[in-house]
């Protein structure tokens, strides 16, 4: 409260409606799984497209494992489905797990030059995270600019020199590279040849050129990336922003971003000291020197050979350890689900492929990360895990399956779902859960969470693994086992939409996540009201800021009732609260709302009757 101290005016702005409460995202998934290439231990960052996915985590070409082989990349499989059944936003936590004796731990590498000799005479070239998309192409190409020499003889200007610049020096130093040094006595420039004196260049006569690298990466599927204007000479900034050659692709690079797209990590051996010494590692010496003489106006370029990294593996098939991840809080570090657990907008969380051999081998590993994906959701509450059957399971196979389970927090989808690989152009089969939490975006972006994510075309589908008839899902449907069905005439559809609890309370998808919705909104929606004074004012304005986000939401058509007041009800005040929640600090709100079930079953009772037959 202001103070009135002096006599005046005073003028002071006051607030006299409710707060109000933004409905939340319940769009935004997290998928876990096993990629060609991308960061492990990072936190996820947000994909909104393939393309994106693939510039980070590797293309779509199946994955080869040590253990058990080649498999197709589900994980790369599921983020198509998702994208194209309608889904926006994508958060990914890769795993990998290192096949045993791999000090390399599935990372390429390779050294420049090849041949004979110690390390620290080397460029050492390593993919900067592990699997079989590091086996990538290097090139570097020394770019030699235009003159930036003027002034006059006895005051130089190098136009656009920055301290540390690499140039090639003409005319009277023909072909000879020298580097730029500023004098902060004198405030000027001078160039320098490498390990030697300054020169004395003239303008008009002498020619100075910016010289700079480009690294260009190229992927086995022929994808590039080219990072251009990279200096040569270490400790080189511009823009107060280290640019140098081993500064750009560190270990560590200077920001979250380039740690995550960068391809490749590039030390240089302690012997290599300067700038030329690095770029005569790179590029052969006679290819530096060939230039003695370059006309106005005209820039050059020299290209080293194309250098393949090497070694670079996809370990074996991650399990249920790498599923689960870790977390340590000295570095903060967090890897597989742990990773999920600092991003507060995921609602929807899916492990496309962990069910792949279910039914073999894999079967322990794979009812343990359903576990896990459970054991998340649970925890933390306003997310659904949207779990896989296994491949080519028979009726009695997923129902054995799904007696294992029991959560509102998640939905169990059969059977895998049959397409057309656009990489290898045949038909194979997909685990139903990257489909799944496309249609549930696009349900929720076209209707509303409210709405059960049932009756809804697979648009990629061409059909599935198992046809499953009206018979069939009469006894899958109770068990809340969710199918994929095919009709005459209405396409591929996904024809559920049950949890997995006991619980008749729970029994609907759309009921538990319409809750949850609800939950995270007024959660977040009325942190304003920690700490304010717990009295009739603060209980007042706690209940309208609910009653007219609930409103809104019955005037959407997502609360059952023709009035207000049958939809919802809200209290807040002292048959809420005794004296004892008062003394310790609680504000207790009773919220009941009346959400809609969905018409699971359309019943038409049909007689005969006649003209005289009275109703």
């Known amino acids: 409260m202001p103070e009135y101290l002096a006599p005046g005016v005073y003028v002071e702005e006051v607030s006299f409606r409710s707060k109000s409460i933004e409905g939340v995202s319940t769009t935004t998934t997290g998928f876990i799984g096993a990629s060609r290439f991308g960061p492990v231990d990072m936190l996820p960052d947000i994909v909104t497209s393939l393309g994106e996915y693939e510039r980070v985590y590797g293309d779509g070409q199946q994955l080869s494992y040590s253990d058990v082989g080649k498999q197709d990349n589900f994980l790369w499989h599921a983020v198509r489905g998702f994208f194209e059944e309608g889904g926006k ?3 990914i936590s890769r795993v990998f797990k290192a096949k045993a004796g791999d000090t390399a731990l599935g990372k390429a590498s390779t050294k420049l030059p090849t041949g004979a000799g110690a390390d620290n005479t080397k460029v050492t070239i390593t993919a900067r995270f592990p699997g079989s998309g590091g086996n990538v192409r290097v090139m570097f190409t020394l770019n030699i600019g235009q003159n930036i020499l003027t002034g006059t003889n006895t005051d130089p200007i190098f136009n656009g020199g920055t301290h540390l610049d690499m140039v090639w020096v003409g005319k009277a130093n023909k072909g000879k590279l020298h580097f730029l040094e500023y004098n902060d006595a004198t ?4 160039a320098k040849v490498f390990g030697g004196a300054a020169v004395a260049l003239v303008p008009g006569t002498d020619e100075v050129r910016l010289v700079t690298l480009t690294v260009t990466v ?3 599927d022929g994808s590039q990336q080219v990072f251009a204007g990279l200096a040569p000479v270490a400790g080189h900034t511009r823009g107060g922003e280290p640019d140098s050659l081993d500064a750009y692709f560190s270990a560590t690079p200077a920001n979250s971003g380039l740690a995550r797209t960068l391809p ?22 006679a290819t530096v020197q060939s230039n003695t003489d370059i006309p106005l106006n005209v820039t050059l370029s020299f290209d080293s050979a194309d250098t393949l990294l090497a070694g670079g593996n996809d370990g074996d098939r991650p399990g249920a350890t790498e599923y689960e991840g870790t977390a340590d809080d000295a570095t903060a570090i967090k890897t597989g689900l742990k990773a999920f657990e600092d991003l507060e907008d995921i609602s929807i969380v899916a492990a496309p492929g962990s069910t792949f051999g279910y039914e073999g081998s894999y079967k322990t590993n794979a009812v343990s990360i359903a576990n896990l994906l459970i054991s998340h959701a649970s925890r933390m509450r306003y997310r659904i895990a949207v779990l896989d059957s296994g491949n080519a399971q028979s009726i009695s196979q997923v129902r054995a399956m799904r007696a294992q389970f029991d959560s509102k927090y998640a939905a169990l989808y059969y059977p895998w779902v049959r397409i057309l690989d656009p990489i ?11 489909f799944v939490s496309g249609i549930y975006a696009r349900n929720d972006i076209e209707r509303g969470v409210h709405k059960a994510p049932a009756n809804e075309v697979a648009n990629l589908a061409l059909g599935f693994e198992n046809n499953v008839n009206k018979s069939q899902q009469d006894v899958l449907n109770p068990e809340g086992i969710n199918c994929f ?3 005459e005439g209405r396409g591929n559809r996904l024809w559920g939409a049950r949890t997995i609890s006991s619980d008749p309370e729970w029994k609907y998808v759309n009921l538990r996540r319409y809750f949850a919705y609800v939950e995270r909104s007024i959660d977040i929606g009325t942190q304003w009201a920690v700490f304010e004074p717990n009295g009739d004012q603060l209980w007042a304005n706690v209940r309208r800021t609910i009653y007219d986000f609930l409103l809104n939401e019955w005037q959407k058509g997502s609360l059952l009732g023709e009035k207000p007041e049958k939809a919802f009800f809200v209290r807040c005040d002292r048959s809420t609260m005794t004296q004892n929640d008062l003394d310790n600090g609680r504000l207790v709100c009773l919220i009941g709302i009346a959400p809609l079930r969905p018409a699971e079953f359309v019943i038409f009772k049909i007689g005969q009757w006649t003209a005289d037959h009275k109703v």
């Open 89 to 91: 936003r994508l958060y």
């Open 424 to 434: 290898t152009r045949k038909e194979i089969f997909l685990p139903p859960s990257g």
């Open 485 to 487: 069905r095919y009709f």
């Open 218 to 220: 190229t992927g086995l």
């Open 187 to 190: 405030q000027k420039f001078s």
């Open 264 to 285: 490749i990590v590039l030390a240089v051996g302690s012997t290599l000291d300067d700038g030329y010494k690095v770029v005569k590692a790179l590029i052969p010496e």
